[in-house]
């Protein structure tokens, strides 16, 4: 089923060059959310090998960081409840999360060290997501703990 999805890729990077171009999601935030933390756990960093395919001996990676080896970094997934969102100046209003909704955030961290715990209310910080086929990037400037 792999090699046949592959195949169905390449074909239509063949017919269709301008579909094959990298292209990354359109932007969510910048924006500033705070909420209480209903549900967390924390994922270790993973090797992610690139996709492609082999044509007569040779590599053809796809396109963007899907063709290229890259490694997840570690982090916390944790799920915000009672949420308030401020969406900054270079926010797209209609990319950004909303205010009141169940926020799931991705937060990058080295260690599952307790750092984030269940039952905190956090403040994240310019939270930003963005990538390509290949994956998402998050991004935030600090976390400020309200209360622990």
């Given at each position: 089923?792999?090699?046949?999805?592959?195949?169905?890729?390449?074909?239509?990077?063949?017919?269709?060059?301008?579909?094959?171009?990298?292209?990354?999601?359109?932007?969510?935030?910048?924006?500033?959310?705070?909420?209480?933390?209903?549900?967390?756990?924390?994922?270790?960093?993973?090797?992610?090998?690139?996709?492609?395919?082999?044509?007569?001996?040779?590599?053809?990676?796809?396109?963007?960081?899907?063709?290229?080896?890259?490694?997840?970094?570690?982090?916390?997934?944790?799920?915000?409840?009672?949420?308030?969102?401020?969406?900054?100046e270079t926010a797209v209003a209609s990319r950004s999360y909303k205010s009141?909704?169940?926020?799931?955030?991705?937060?990058?961290?080295?260690?599952?060290?307790?750092?984030?715990?269940?039952?905190?209310r956090i403040k994240v910080y310019d939270y930003t997501v963005r990538g390509?086929?290949?994956?998402?990037?998050?991004?935030?400037?600090?976390?400020?703990?309200?209360?622990?």
């Amino acid at each position: 089923m792999k090699t046949l999805i592959t195949a169905a890729i390449l074909l239509l990077s063949v017919l269709c060059p301008e579909l094959s171009k990298a292209a990354p999601i359109p932007q969510v935030g910048p924006m500033h959310i705070e909420g209480v933390i209903d549900s967390i756990s924390w994922n270790a960093d993973r090797f992610v090998k690139g996709s492609g395919i082999y044509d007569n001996g040779k590599w053809y990676p796809m396109s963007g960081s899907l063709g290229h080896d890259r490694t997840i970094p570690a982090h916390y997934r944790i799920l915000l409840k009672k949420t308030r969102v401020e969406s900054l100046e270079t926010a797209v209003a209609s990319r950004s999360y909303k205010s009141g909704s169940d926020i799931t955030l991705v937060i990058n961290h080295p260690a599952n060290d307790g750092y984030l715990m269940k039952g905190m209310r956090i403040k994240v910080y310019d939270y930003t997501v963005r990538g390509d086929e290949g994956g998402d990037w998050y991004s935030f400037s600090r976390i400020a703990i309200k209360r622990r």
